[in-house]
């Protein structure tokens, strides 16, 4: 067996056999308010009422939104909060411009970094509002984008008080430390964020599940950032892994002559918040490529192969060392 039919088998033994990781294509969230939106303003009032000011598809836009904050844990048969959207800046709900009279009461924000950050300000409630933009819709291995919806920006609302959600990313190597390898969790409050029901191909069917969108800098793709791949994390665990092999070009994408690995400098993961929570991203450098003499590496696999093992526990996914 050739070198390229020899990781074509690992590939498919990773995919069958512990799904380190479930491919996606991009999906909808509640969070997404526009596209490629720009001269945004948001304002909050006294009653606890949000105004989204921007300009899109040749127009302003006056976007209200109102009766969401934080997330719900994942509950069998129990809706997530949503926030209520009216693009007619109220007339739509109240038979009248509400964006006319709108007093705007929000101060300065003063909460946690965020990525991706717009606009942000904190309410007179306490609670924080924030507008978030970045672009998620990127073909994935690496591809150049190809098609306009592609290489969208998109605006995203978020209503949350008390701490973000937190991503953790761990790195090191698999399958005898041939190839790159991460893995993690996705939390809110100290508990798992996952679904409930996706496709085959990764994308949630419910407002729980949450893909996270991987990048990779400087790799075998090219200079600069390229998107890697994007999956799920995982029931009951929020955990997930991926491995940096030779993938095929997905359905619908532009044929490639050269298979490659995707592994970079560094990496930086994007993930969707849970409920109406703002958005998150993780960075780290990569890894060098495993080298049999360097106890360091050693080392680092055998605490990375601890740490996983602690990490997923509980799940039925990402046992692969």
Not at 106 to 127: F, I, M, N, Q
Request: hydrophobic share 35%; charged share 20%; with cysteine.
């Amino acid at each position: 067996m050739g070198t390229r039919g020899l990781l074509v088998r690992l590939l498919a033994v990773a995919t069958a056999a512990s799904a380190c990781a479930m491919l996606a294509r991009p999906a909808e969230a509640s969070e997404l308010i526009d596209r490629n939106a720009t001269n945004v303003k948001l304002q909050v009032n006294g009653s606890g009422q949000a105004l989204l000011a921007y300009q899109a598809r040749g127009r302003r836009w006056r976007v209200l939104a109102w009766g969401a904050v934080n997330a719900r844990h994942p509950q069998p048969g129990a809706r997530q909060v949503k926030l209520r959207i009216d693009y007619s800046g109220g007339w739509g709900t109240y038979r009248k411009h509400v964006w006319r009279g709108f007093r705007n009461a929000c101060r300065p924000y003063d909460g946690p970094a965020l990525a991706w950050l717009v606009t942000a300000c904190r309410a007179p409630d306490g609670s924080y509002w924030a507008v978030q933009s970045w672009q998620r819709m990127l073909p994935n291995l690496g591809y150049v984008p190809w098609l306009q919806s592609q290489s969208v920006w998109e605006l995203r609302l978020a209503h949350w008080r008390g701490p973000l959600p937190q991503l953790d990313v761990w790195l090191d190597w698999v399958y005898s430390r041939r190839f790159h390898h991460l893995f993690g969790r996705f939390t809110y409050l100290g508990r798992p964020v996952y679904g409930f029901a996706s496709t085959s191909t990764g994308n949630p069917l419910d407002r729980y599940g949450r893909n996270l969108y991987l990048d990779t800098y400087n790799s075998a793709y090219g200079p600069g950032w390229r998107r890697e791949n994007s999956f799920l994390s995982q029931n009951p665990t929020g955990t997930f892994c991926y491995g940096f092999f030779e993938r095929e070009p997905y359905a619908g994408y532009p044929g490639r002559s050269l298979l490659v690995r995707g592994h970079g400098q560094r990496y930086r993961m994007t993930v969707i918040g849970p409920g109406v929570t703002p958005d998150v991203t993780w960075q780290g450098n990569g890894l060098p490529d495993y080298d049999r003499a360097n106890p360091e590496h050693a080392e680092h696999e055998r605490q990375m192969n601890a740490v996983q093992d602690q990490v997923t526990a509980g799940g039925k996914l990402c046992k692969q060392h």
